[in-house]
């Protein structure tokens, strides 16, 4: 089982639609969880962090549920600048290494593609 | 805004020689990565580095690698001898502690081709 999953895509939306992704992790000792964006053959840069609480950043809803392993994002009112990859990361501090650095383990992305 | 910086941007290498790929992390960052992505793939973690040593590596990341800091601003990744599956785009990253929560800042990576 893949430590990170996602639905790959591409998820071919218009200008304006709300549009949902999800991703299950399968280490219950994973403590941190990121959205990334990737544009084509750029880096990763952060999205937004995902906090247990629900978090939202303007267009952007991020969503954790523990229990399930299940961390989603919600983009509204989609623009073609949203256009991109959408990297699901999940964090864990080994505690074999006494916990120094911050492993990212990332999923293999969803592709959107927001048509005009 | 600070930010990792690598170079070079793209490196081609013929197989079985050594390949070095160099990063800036952000100045007041302690904590160092690279990671991975093989064209079409996903991000892989490689390495992690903190207070001059490796805190982890990935099974990717056998005797053929290995990384330094060899003075207080850049930090290396060194391939002794290339293979063939090494081409792939390698990215450094840092963060300023690895608490929870805490993010990864990546540069926009060194493309290496092995031919």
């Known amino acids: 089982r893949k430590e990170v999953e996602q639905d790959p895509g591409p998820f071919n939306v218009p200008e304006g639609a709300t549009v949902a992704f999800n991703c299950t992790y399968s280490n219950s000792a994973s403590q941190s969880f990121f959205w990334y964006r990737q544009d084509c053959r750029k880096e990763p840069k952060l999205l937004m962090s995902?906090?247990?609480s629900g978090n939202e950043d303007g267009r952007f809803t991020a969503q954790l549920n523990r229990a399930s392993q299940y961390i989603s994002l919600l983009i509204r009112d989609s623009k073609l600048s949203d256009s991109a990859t959408y990297l699901c990361?999940?964090?864990?501090?080994?505690?074999?290494?006494?916990?120094?650095?911050?492993?990212?383990?990332f999923g293999t992305g969803t592709l959107l593609a927001v048509q005009p | 805004e600070p930010e990792v910086t690598q170079t070079p941007s793209h490196q081609v290498t013929q197989m079985g020689q050594e390949v070095i790929l160099r990063c800036v992390p952000i100045s007041n960052h302690l904590y160092f990565y690279w990671y991975r992505q093989i064209l079409g793939q996903k991000v892989e973690f490689l390495v992690s580095?903190?207070?001059?040593?490796?805190?982890?590596k990935s099974e990717i990341f056998d005797d053929q690698f290995s990384v330094e800091r060899p003075d207080g601003s850049n930090f290396t990744l060194k391939i002794r001898s290339t293979k063939l599956e090494d081409s792939a785009m390698y990215f450094c990253?840092?963060?300023?502690?690895?608490?929870?929560?805490?993010?990864?800042?990546f540069g926009n990576g060194t493309r290496l081709t092995v031919t």
């Open positions: 990361v999940a964090g864990c501090r080994p505690l074999a290494y006494g916990g120094a650095t911050n492993k990212l383990i």
């Open positions: 580095f903190y207070n001059n040593e490796i805190s982890e």
């Open positions: 995902v906090y247990s």
């Open positions: 990253a840092s963060s300023p502690n690895p608490g929870l929560g805490s993010p990864l800042h």
